[in-house]
């Protein structure tokens, strides 16, 4: 699938602050909701259309004052979290990062750990910080971590209901987000003033500041840039590892590392496959169809349908980045009897082939709430064909598919914010589920701990060798 970001090219920039007069807050408004009612597959997926008429009602009551760009970001935010949708996206124009948008050279200086709704310090990106990792920190700037949590969740986007990709979300980003929709941008931020737990008590504590680009680097150091491996537990157990379905080919050649990867286990007479695809977000959908291809010995459907919302052109084209080829793609969508509007022109649509030789072993998959897009459409397939066993968090992207494919990146002229629209709706190739409004929910459950991570230990790798062990 085309990712969001890579669409992204640089805009005019706004000044944060300067606030919009109503008649500037509207036209912005009506051009937001034109094109998400125009072009998003997936607006009334999961919330009815009255729902979201009265969302958009509710905010366009409050444009009758000046607001500033951030102001405008934080009204128009909610409604696109009510979509249900992971890939839609609304960026600011001062965009130093993914989600670092405002205050960003005054940042929360600690990282994050969230396991209950309760925060734990992971650990800080200021050496003269003296709190020990593992501390619960109960509250920021007198605002309790429950009703920070609760008011950063209703903000973040995710597929249907799931609540597990908002909460990797908010491990990853939660300095971020915190000075989004906690910090005003413009005043000057100092300190945090927090209280934390010590010996059963509450205490209270001063802590500095920190720039963006500090806490980038000391979270960019904690991840494996690999995008793929093969390992060997033992003589009867392989971990094969994917961290993305979206390599950079100049450097890695996927098909290639998969043909190897099953050669390699199948002549090693392995019986156990350890599938990880934690904290994978996707990528290429072909890839998703193309490793499900090596653990079934049967042909398989792996998508039902790919639904857009239509085949005219849209109002707001001259605000819009669109795809290479907009007009003439739009030609070759096909409406079915009952006025659907569908894309025909997808490999995954067609009955999938297994490999000559695929590994008919056991497998156990290793998910969290970040695995997402691709790799939860490969996930809701595998388990309608009853092939693996899942193992950890449920999947952040929707079991019965997702929106997405490529985008219209629409520029709202006075804010200057882009809002990033899926143009695809997929549906998987999947028998009814339990959850219709949810991810792929793991056989086994292993939530992460705070107590865990400080000990250097893989909960969920741990239980999943307990279950081979077991047999």
């Not at 940042?107 to 709190?131: G, M, Q």
């Not at 629209?421 to 991810?439: C, E, H, W």
Request: with cysteine; charged share 20%.
């Amino acid at each position: 699938m085309v990712l969001f970001m890579t669409q992204i090219i640089g805009a005019p920039v706004v000044d944060a602050q300067s606030a919009m007069d109503p008649p500037q807050l509207k036209e912005d408004f009506e051009l937001f909701r034109t094109a998400l009612e125009e072009a998003h597959p997936g607006i009334y997926r999961y919330e009815p259309k009255s729902s979201m008429d009265s969302g958009f009602e509710t905010i366009f009551k409050e444009l009758d004052q000046p607001l500033s760009q951030q102001e405008f970001y934080k009204l128009l935010n909610p409604i696109l979290a009510k979509i249900g949708c992971g890939h839609t996206k609304l960026i600011p124009s001062e965009d130093e990062g993914f989600m670092y948008y405002y205050n960003t050279a005054a940042l929360f200086p600690l990282k994050l750990f969230l396991e209950n709704n309760r925060a734990y310090v992971h650990y800080s990106y200021d050496s003269n910080i003296t709190l020990e990792p593992g501390t619960e920190i109960t509250a920021i700037n007198g605002i309790a971590m429950e009703e920070i949590i609760d008011g950063l969740m209703n903000n973040l986007f995710s597929d249907g209901r799931n609540q597990t990709f908002k909460y990797q979300e908010l491990n990853r980003y939660f300095n971020a987000l915190f000075s989004n929709f906690y910090l005003e941008e413009g005043k000057s931020h100092s300190h945090f003033d927090i209280t934390y737990m010590r010996r059963g008590r509450k205490v209270k504590m001063k802590l500095p500041t920190v720039p963006v680009q500090k806490v980038m680097e000391r979270d960019t150091a904690q991840y494996n840039n690999l995008p793929y491996q093969l390992e060997f537990k033992n003589a009867k157990t392989a971990v094969l590892t994917i961290r993305t379905f979206w390599p950079d080919e100049r450097k890695y050649n996927f098909e290639n590392f998969l043909k190897q990867s099953f050669t390699d286990i199948n002549t090693k007479n392995i019986q156990n496959l350890i599938l990880d695809l934690r904290g994978n977000e996707g990528g290429k959908d072909a890839y998703g169809a193309l490793l499900l291809s090596y653990l079934v010995n049967a042909q398989f459907r792996y998508y039902d349908k790919l639904v857009v919302a239509t085949n005219e052109r849209f109002s707001f084209v001259d605000h819009a980045q669109l795809p290479d080829g907009y007009e003439q793609l739009r030609t070759m969508i096909t409406q079915t009897a009952d006025g659907e509007f569908r894309w025909e022109h997808n490999v995954n649509l067609q009955l999938q082939i297994p490999q000559e030789y695929p590994f008919m072993g056991q497998v156990y998959v290793l998910i969290d709430g970040a695995s997402f897009s691709v790799t939860s459409e490969f996930c809701a397939v595998a388990n309608d064909l009853d092939r693996v066993s899942f193992i950890g968090e449920e999947t952040g992207g929707g079991y019965y598919g997702n929106n997405s494919g490529a985008f219209a990146i629409v520029t709202l002229p006075n804010s200057k914010m882009k809002l990033g629209i899926p143009l695809m709706s997929y549906y998987t190739a999947v028998k009814d589920n339990q959850f219709t409004d949810r991810g792929i929910v793991p056989h086994y459950q292993v939530q992460p701990t705070i107590k865990g991570i400080l000990s250097g230990k893989d909960e969920i790798m741990e239980q999943t060798m307990k279950i081979i062990h077991k047999g």
